[in-house]
T-cell receptor, first 113, second 113 residues
């Protein structure tokens, strides 16, 4: 099983450029999430989608937008990248939001210069 | 505020020695508790979880954790570590009352031969 697939694996952007990070899961999970991981800060939730058709802000949503395209796919868009958005981004999915274990993709390492 | 504390950012240990990775959380309200492991350049994988029942939880790769409600702790233990256990370990707590999953900042376990 592929589980959670993220593309691309690596990306370098210049300040002000835009890009979309893609995520797809094949486990028929209802809930999907985008996290960023920075050294010494653990994982911080950017946005989540409790179910198809809904999205909500997490802890650090500024500078990002999301789209839950269908039950399988949840994309994260950076409209105007900033150096502060240099990070490793993880997509995750779960059966539901209420305490189900998360299944993570392998991450996208983004550098903004 | 709800928070999860992993006091040790790094834990060095020799192979075959026992190890304990500490996790404390901020509130004694009802919670679900998780430990995740992250190997280099990978996403997080679920190691074990506590939802209810026995306070001693066994996980994959010989790890176990004990839920202590009075001390609001969920420490991870392994009686004899292997080189392959070298990774970063994250404690996560789901709080029922706010429907939020909070991650600790992680503990890097380094196992030396």
């Amino acid at each position: 099983n592929a589980g959670v697939t993220q593309t691309p694996k690596f990306q370098v952007l210049k300040t002000g450029q835009s890009m979309t990070l893609q995520c797809a899961q094949d486990m028929n999970h209802n809930s999907m999430y985008w996290y960023r991981q920075d050294p010494g800060m653990g994982l911080r939730l950017i946005y989540y989608s409790a179910s198809e058709g809904t999205t909500d802000k997490g802890e650090v949503p500024n500078g990002y937008n999301v789209s839950r395209l269908n039950k399988r796919e949840f994309s994260l868009r950076l409209e105007s990248a900033a150096p502060s958005q240099t990070s490793v981004y993880f997509c995750a999915s779960s059966v539901r939001t209420e305490g189900s274990p998360l299944h993570f993709g392998n991450g996208t390492r983004l550098t903004v210069t | 505020a709800q928070s999860v504390t992993q006091l040790d950012s790094q834990v060095p240990v020799f192979e075959e020695a026992p190890v304990e990775l500490r996790c404390n959380y901020s509130s004694s309200v009802s919670v679900y508790l998780f430990w995740y492991v992250q190997y280099p350049n990978q996403g997080l994988q679920l190691l074990l979880k506590y939802l209810s029942g026995s306070t001693l939880v066994k996980g994959i790769n010989g790890f176990e954790a004990e839920f202590n409600k009075s001390q609001t702790s969920f420490h991870l233990r392994k009686p004899s570590v292997h080189i392959s256990d070298t990774a970063e370990y994250f404690c996560a707590v789901f709080y029922y009352n706010t429907d939020k999953l909070i991650f600790g900042t992680g503990t890097r376990l380094q196992v030396f031969p």
